[in-house]
Nanobody, 126 residues
Framework: QVQLVESGGGSVQAGGSLRLSCAAS????????MGWFRQAPGKEREGVAA????????YYADSVKGRFTISQDNAKNTVYLQMNSLKPEDTDMYYC???????????????????WGQGTQVTVSS
């Protein structure tokens, strides 16, 4: 079992920045693929960014490339999502997720992630 605790989020004006944090426990952290997803009511869940905790490879949705950065602190078993140049269309509920399948695979397919945080709201006003 992987437990995920998110923090961060909030409200910001367009062009501003926010940082989300996700602390993982209950599993060997270095064997996980950790991801951030977002979802608005009535819409499909969208993969935003992912990181392979063992190798450090990162993956981004085209919509956030150059604006969002996923990183990790292995000593704290924590993943971060730094969001810069935020746009109103980035407004969503953001979820941290963990894929514990191992084998070196990591990506943005939400069906591969078996563990999810409680979600944190990000609101960007114009």
């Amino acid at each position: 079992q992987v437990q995920l605790v998110e923090s961060g989020g909030g409200s910001v004006q367009a062009g501003g920045s926010l940082r989300l944090s996700c602390a993982a426990s209950g599993y060997t952290y270095s064997s996980l693929c950790m991801g951030w997803f977002r979802q608005a009511p009535g819409k499909e869940r969208e993969g935003v960014a992912a990181i392979s905790t063992g190798g450090g490879s990162t993956y981004y949705a085209d919509s956030v490339k150059g604006r969002f950065t996923i990183s990790q602190d292995n000593a704290k078993n924590t993943v971060y999502l730094q969001m810069n140049s935020l746009k109103p269309e980035d407004t969503d509920m953001y979820y941290c997720a963990a894929d514990s399948r191992g084998g070196g695979y990591c990506g943005l397919a939400h069906s591969n992630f078996g563990y999810w945080g409680q979600g944190t709201q990000v609101t960007v006003s114009s």
